[in-house]
């Protein structure tokens, strides 16, 4: 498994902010309310941290949502950025269906 997910990454770094300003907290703000330090908030806004667990539980208390929820908008943002991704992207459409696939088995 690859530990780099770009998309990922970014749909993250993307919810943090977004979630963040509709509180109308700063970053420090955010910092503080966490027990972070704004750098830190600053490097995850712009993609060059990934949270750990322990990180997300301090940032949902801090922005007053639960983790479910954050980690909700997060995946939301993810799929549309992970589908459009060129791999992702069937070249044929699959024609066969389940049968197809029940045939070749």
Known sequence: MERSNEPLVAAFADTLRRRREKAGLTQEDLAERSDTSARFISFLETRRRQPSLSALAALSEGLGISMAD????????????????PENRCSEPDTEGREGLQQRR
């Open 70 to 85: 954050l980690v909700s908008d997060v995946e939301g943002n993810y799929r549309p950025l992970r589908d459009s991704l």
